[in-house]
């Protein structure tokens, strides 16, 4: 079992910075694969990026080269680093986790992982 808990949603304008950062608790939580995801009012909830227990890292193509994530795991800690912000980034950003042996970490979908946060807000405005 992981307990996922985010936090340094904000309000900012459109070409402003935030970094949200999620703290996990639980056993082995370093094996786990990670990631970001966001849902805004009336869409589905889309993958933003996972980073998986190599630290190898993948993006949506939107937030390519805007966005990083990352991990420390001495921390039990994920990360996303998120610039250039644009109003469409606007949303409610969820970190997630699902084990590294499990066929979710590869599916770069949000229907694949197991363990949720409870979200923290992001507003850009133009």
């Known amino acids: 079992q992981v307990h996922l808990v985010e936090s340094g949603g904000g309000s900012v304008q459109a070409g402003g910075s935030l970094r949200l950062s999620c703290v996990a608790s639980?056993?082995?939580?370093?094996?786990?694969?990670m990631g970001w995801f966001r849902q805004a009012p009336g869409k589905e909830r889309e993958t933003v990026a996972t980073?998986?227990?190599?630290?190898?890292?993948r993006y949506a193509d939107s937030v390519k080269g805007r966005f990083t994530i990352s991990r420390d795991n001495a921390k039990n800690s994920l990360y996303l680093q998120m610039n250039s912000l644009k109003p469409e980034d606007s949303a409610m950003y969820y970190c997630?986790?699902?084990?590294?042996?499990?066929?979710?970490?590869?599916?770069?979908?949000?229907?694949?992982?197991?363990?949720w946060g409870q979200g923290t807000p992001v507003t850009i405005s133009s």
């Open positions: 997630a986790a699902v084990s590294a042996t499990r066929p979710g970490c590869i599916s770069f979908s949000p229907s694949g992982f197991t363990y």
């Open positions: 639980g056993d082995g939580t370093g094996t786990y694969c």
């Open positions: 980073i998986y227990t190599n630290y190898y890292t």
